[in-house]
């Protein structure tokens, strides 16, 4: 496991943008995945973007594709997630995550073994 700490959460108003990083302690040779997902008060976590460590490819949740970008810097051991044309939906506190993958998938909360504590975005209408 490492040990992940976010930075970057606030409030803008519906349309801004905010940009969340997410630096790891270290990435060790079972870190293929990185990602972040997002809880909302009421609601289940919900995945929102991953990154594969290796390749660089990404996958996205349908309601954040074209405005979301997830990007890796591995030489800092941090990924980033670039968020654009916000919306009030979007509220909610962003966690980043780590782990080996499960089945060679990284899609997935089950993909993960190392969270970070949270960062909380929140839309104003």
């Known amino acids: 496991q490492v040990q992940l700490v976010e930075s970057g959460g606030g409030s803008v108003r519906a349309g801004g943008s905010l940009r969340l990083s997410c630096k790891a302690s270290a990435y060790t040779p079972t870190t293929r995945c990185m990602g972040w997902f997002r809880q909302a008060p009421g609601k289940e976590r919900e995945d929102v973007a991953v990154?594969?460590?290796?390749?660089?490819?990404?996958y996205y949740a349908d309601s954040v594709k074209g405005r979301f970008t997830i990007s890796q810097d591995n030489a800092k051991n941090t990924v980033s997630l670039q968020m654009n044309s916000l919306k009030p939906e979007d509220t909610a506190m962003y966690y980043c995550?780590?782990?080996?993958?499960?089945?060679?998938?990284?899609?997935?909360?089950?993909?993960?073994?190392?969270w970070g504590k949270g960062t909380l975005v929140t839309i104003s209408s």
């Open positions: 990154i594969y460590t290796d390749g660089g490819r990404r």
């Open positions: 995550a780590a782990g080996p993958g499960i089945g060679g998938y990284c899609f997935s909360s089950h993909a993960m073994d190392s």
